[in-house]
């Protein structure tokens, strides 16, 4: 229950998103819960190994790096699913920062 409930919001943070950023786009909300399903599945299969491999660069930025990751993961993301895009990098860098903090809320939450 806890993780239906995640996801649904995370869609709901990820539609805000696509209505606030110029570059951020999403047919619907249902859309926004798939968007945040396959991101969700790609950061814990992809997003662990490269965590993990990045462990050194992780220190040495103070975490910094972790934004690096996510955002190639929301990029990933981006490119998996028609219905869901993202204009530039810039965009994409803004929005893996918000869905990233949002998505470490959550956790704590549920």
């Known amino acids: 229950m806890d993780l239906l409930l995640h996801i649904l919001f995370l869609g709901g943070v990820i539609f805000f998103l696509a209505e ?3 570059g951020l786009r999403v047919e ?3 859309t926004a819960i798939i968007v945040a399903v396959v991101y969700s599945l790609i950061n814990v299969t992809l ?3 490269l965590k993990f ?12 790096f972790l934004i690096v ?6 990029y990933l993301t981006d490119k998996v ?3 869901f895009e ?3 990098m810039g965009t994409t860098f803004i929005a893996a920062i918000i869905i990233t ?8 939450i549920f």
């Not at 903090?101 to 704590?108: C, R």
């Open 20 to 22: 606030s950023l110029p």
């Open 28 to 30: 619907g909300y249902g």
């Open 47 to 49: 997003g662990t190994v």
């Open 53 to 64: 491999l990045s462990i050194p660069f992780v220190i040495i930025t103070v975490g910094f």
């Open 69 to 74: 990751i996510n955002s190639f993961l929301l």
């Open 81 to 83: 699913l028609e219905d």
């Open 86 to 88: 993202i204009e530039d």
């Open 101 to 108: 903090l949002s998505d470490t809320l959550l956790s704590w």
